[in-house]
């Protein structure tokens, strides 16, 4: 069996995280990149932040640590448990690790954050919704009283 | 050390700049993604929070992937009734959840009929029916339409059936009515009313069609790729028959006769019934001893291929009483079987491990007048999918 590599990932400001081959891994956009090409053992991402891409690594690295304890019982319990606590940052950390997700196509980090979101979304008003993440209308009065009234269902 | 490729850095380039600012600046899909977790009403409600966001929830191209989306997230719609003794109305109570029990709306109607009949679509609309009396509902959306009146039956023991023809994108309802009376007996006719998403559904008409059906058929029709199919039927008068599915073609309008799959061991125990699986049609044999359910799938219409497909003991069921039990298979989910054994959860059937799993707790309605050794429950449910079909009453 041959050694997994150390991969080193570069975010946009140029901080280096050096990462097992596995855990890179579970980003498909970098397994697709590097693949079984051997020669190259780091990339540039551009697009990912020191935060963001610590914070991305600290997931990858979870998961795979954790399909070692698949079959043990409760084990769904407490790594559901730590996703949970996992996500519980500021917005724009959120939608960061949004971005990331969907960039670095990492299907459970892209799951958990969309669910998150939509979970912050779910049982607000509308009014709330824009302050929360800072919307604004461009409605004119009579639009926004169109819709309103078009779809007042669903507000009883 | 190398860069991700041109392609691969551009594909988030142009929210690179803006992440600070969040929701509005993500990728087309994944806004899809996020809405597509929320269900209809809050999404018609978020229609007011921006003309992007209305634009993006009116969008067919999102209202297809919702949909998409929705098949594989069914809620649970949960009918009670209470009937009103001083005239023929009842007072249904419909309640929707999710299958871990979290509780979405809730509608209380007054409608007429002594036992109103639900009859599920396996979509987004649940048909409820007394004699030639129609209503259609959304759960999601709550919108609740009666329909124009079906034909008028001297004899009411026939078949309805509902359900959604997913190339066509609309709803059929299916009605079987005493056509004529006369010395030499009586005609069964059937009569169609087809529904798209935002026609006035109460006056939508119902068409006869040519053919008379050919059998009498009691019971509900369900529908599976554009055919309607009832069990039990038999040509009029001769009552042993037993051994054929009615079929109804919607395309070519005719009916034909599908025989029962071949061996099976009938014998007056056994419950029998049509329910859809994986896109089949399938026809679930529940026998009394062993307590055993064989589900045979139709592989082929044409020319008509059963497979025994599953077998499950139900002995292993918490909960069931081979006198009582009666366990109607909902639908296929997750790769697993979802299962209603009349008790307050429903049951989840793993193939690979052989064993059921106990759903949440579901606040059902049990029937404290009963005399039977074990209390029956009078909640009925089915299955629905979030949907924004408009029945064009609003």
Known sequence: MSSSRIITLTSSDEVAFDVDEAVAFESQTIKDAFGDDRADNGTLLPNVTSKILSKVIEYCNMHVEARKFEERSGFDEELKAWDADFVKVDQGTLFGLVDAANYLNIKGLLDLTCQTVAEQIKGKTPEEIRRTFCIKRYFTPEEEEEVRRENQWAFE | ?394
Request: charged residues 25%; hydrophobic residues 35%; negative net charge.
């Open chain 2, 1 to 394: 050390m190398s860069s991700l490729s041109i392609e691969q850095s551009n594909v988030i380039y142009r929210s690179s700049k803006k992440q600070m600012q969040g929701i509005c600046n993500l990728p087309r899909d994944i806004k899809f993604d996020i809405l597509s977790r929320l269900l209809v009403k809050d999404l018609c409600k978020f229609r007011c929070v921006s003309k992007h966001w209305c634009n993006l929830i009116s969008n067919p191209t999102f209202l297809d992937f919702y949909h998409e989306r929705s098949r594989d997230n069914p809620q649970i719609l949960m009918m009670n009734d209470s009937k009103n003794d001083e005239n023929e109305q009842q007072l249904i109570h419909l309640n929707s959840m999710d299958l871990d029990g979290k509780v979405g709306n809730e509608l209380m109607k007054s409608i007429y009929g002594e036992y109103i009949d639900m009859l599920p679509s396996g979509h987004g609309l649940i048909c409820l029916f007394y004699e030639n009396h129609f209503y259609l509902y959304n759960p999601a959306t709550q919108e609740f339409v009666s329909l124009v009146e079906g034909s008028l039956s001297p004899c009411n023991d026939h078949g309805a059936g509902f359900g959604y023809v997913m190339s066509t994108k609309e709803y059929k309802v299916v009605h079987m009515f005493t056509q004529s009376e006369s010395s030499t007996g009586f005609n069964i006719g059937c009569e169609i009313l087809t529904l798209s998403n935002g026609d006035e559904a109460s006056s939508r008409p119902w068409r006869v069609i040519d053919q008379c059906c050919p059998y009498v058929v009691t019971g509900c029709a369900l529908l599976v790729n554009n055919v309607f199919y009832w069990t039990r039927a038999d040509k009029h008068g001769n009552s042993s028959d037993y051994d054929l599915i009615l079929a109804l073609d919607l395309e070519e309008e005719n009916f034909r006769t599908i025989h029962l799959p071949n061996p099976r061991s009938y014998d007056e125990e056994n419950y029998m019934f049509l329910v859809e699986l994986r896109g089949f049609l399938c026809l679930v044999d529940n026998f009394a001893i062993p307590p055993m359910m064989n589900i045979w799938m139709l592989k082929d219409a044409n020319n008509i291929t059963w497979v025994k497909e599953y077998s499950i003991r139900f002995d292993i069921l918490d909960g069931f009483d081979d006198v009582y039990t009666i366990v109607t298979p909902l639908l296929y989910h997750n790769e697993e079987i979802v299962v209603d054994s009349d008790q307050d959860s429903l049951h989840y059937y793993n193939f690979e491990k052989e064993s059921f799993r106990r759903g949440k707790r579901l606040n059902m309605q049990w029937d404290t007048n009963q005399t039977w050794e074990r209390p029956l429950r009078k909640t009925r449910l089915s299955l629905y999918t979030e949907s924004f079909f408009s029945l064009g009453s609003r």
